[in-house]
């Protein structure tokens, strides 16, 4: 059995449509949507709106911690649109979405990231494609439990959510072979992103599911250059499986 898994996909529909080639399955962890891309500026929702140099103060203001500056800065740009500013950004999202899920290959397991807008998918799924979030699956005899979205930072991405609703999710899950999570367990070598400079938030609740379950393995995302990619807790194997926008290369999961 082959699987395939990604996360981070942030607008890459080129190469995702190429994620299941040779699989059996493809897994996906979230974080479709490219609203802001911290590598190229010209990319993405916001440039799309108010141009690269724009997003480039904006990247300068969120890498400084100034999230105050950040968000009255965006206020003053989306005031100067017509309309309700939320329209113009599901518009873009919906655009997105509508391109990526018609590039996703099949079967596919998917789950939310932080960035991403849960009450939209299902507006854009078709046979083969399903999306589970504090729910379990089966994948060639294996099961698979999945845990979608991220804790709530000053960044506060669409997606945030509760620590106590996000560890009920987890332990919903229960015991599984593979625990499938957007954002990492709370091991700080997994949370700091080199380029960025600073570290993410990771979850607690799935560290404690982790040491106390053992699955063979434990997959995640959302930190885009990590100080390292993977870990063993116990005889679980915790991997990033990459910035898939980043790397365009999918993390192979084979058994």
């Not at 504090?134 to 439990?145: K, S």
């Not at 996000?166 to 949370?191: F, N, Q, R, T, W």
Request: aromatic share 10%; charged share 25%.
């Amino acid at each position: 059995m082959r699987v395939h898994v990604v996360s981070d996909v942030h607008g890459r529909a080129d190469a995702l449509a190429r994620a299941g080639d040779g699989a059996d399955a493809l897994v996906c962890l979230g974080d479709l949507i490219l609203f802001v891309d911290y590598d190229d500026h010209a990319q993405g929702i916001f440039p799309d709106l108010f141009g690269a140099e724009r997003a480039a103060e904006l990247i300068a203001l969120r890498t400084a911690k100034r999230f105050d500056e950040a968000r009255a800065m965006s206020a003053r740009l989306w005031a100067t649109l017509d309309g309700d500013p939320r329209e113009h950004i599901e518009r873009r999202v919906r655009s997105q979405y509508e391109t990526l899920f018609a590039a996703m290959p099949t079967p596919a397991f998917l789950t939310y990231g932080n960035v991403d807008l849960p009450r939209l998918w299902g507006d854009y799924l078709r046979p083969g494609i399903q999306v589970l979030d504090g729910q379990v699956a089966e994948i060639g005899g294996l099961r698979f439990g999945f845990v979608g979205g991220g804790l709530r930072t000053p960044y506060r991405t669409p997606y945030e959510i509760s620590d106590e609703e996000y560890a009920a999710k987890v332990e919903a899950v229960g015991e599984v072979d593979v625990l499938c999570c957007h954002i990492p367990p709370a091991v700080p070598e997994l949370l700091y992103d080199v380029v960025a400079r600073r570290f993410e938030r990771g979850s607690e609740a799935t560290l404690a599911a982790i040491e106390r379950t053992q699955p063979r393995y434990a997959l995640f995302g959302h930190v885009h250059n990590p100080l390292y990619a993977r870990t063993r807790i116990g005889r679980t194997e915790c991997v990033n499986v990459g910035h898939f926008r980043g790397r365009g290369e999918p993390f192979v999961l084979e058994w």
